[in-house]
Nanobody, 116 residues
Framework: QVQLVESGGGLVQPGGSLRLSCAAS????????MGWYRQGPGKQRELVAT???????NYVESVKGRFTISRDNDKNTVYLQMNSLKPEDTATYYC??????????WGKGTLVTVSS
């Protein structure tokens, strides 16, 4: 029933920027908390950023000041603007919809590679 489709990943040089998009199929998208997670090579998955239905945001400390999460409820889409990218940001980024505190839906991921 719920499908999340990420796009916007790719190869970028350190200091560059990318904008990730996540299109959600679920109706009443505006009611749900949305988030971005990432998993780097040999690392465990970590939460990068979340945005509530009311627009409140949270970020992992390592991306504060560089990444911005936003949402367009009319388009059922959440975005992650990534600036000043570092090699440490290299990871597969996953879109997440929090249906309930213990029920989450995931996209298939989009790969971001930051390298010279």
């Amino acid at each position: 029933q719920v499908q999340l489709v990420e796009s916007g990943g790719g190869l970028v040089q350190p200091g560059g920027s990318l904008r990730l998009s996540c299109a959600a199929s679920r109706r009443m998208f505006s009611f749900y908390v949305m988030g971005w997670y990432r998993q780097g090579p040999g690392k465990q998955r970590e939460l990068v950023a979340t945005i509530s239905s009311g627009g409140s945001t949270n970020y992992v400390e390592s991306v504060k000041g560089r990444f911005t999460i936003s949402r367009d409820n009319d388009k059922n889409t959440v975005y992650l603007q990534m600036n000043s990218l570092k090699p440490e940001d290299t990871a597969t980024y996953y879109c997440n919809l929090q249906f309930a505190s213990t029920i989450n839906y995931w996209g298939k991921g989009t790969l971001v590679t930051v390298s010279s």
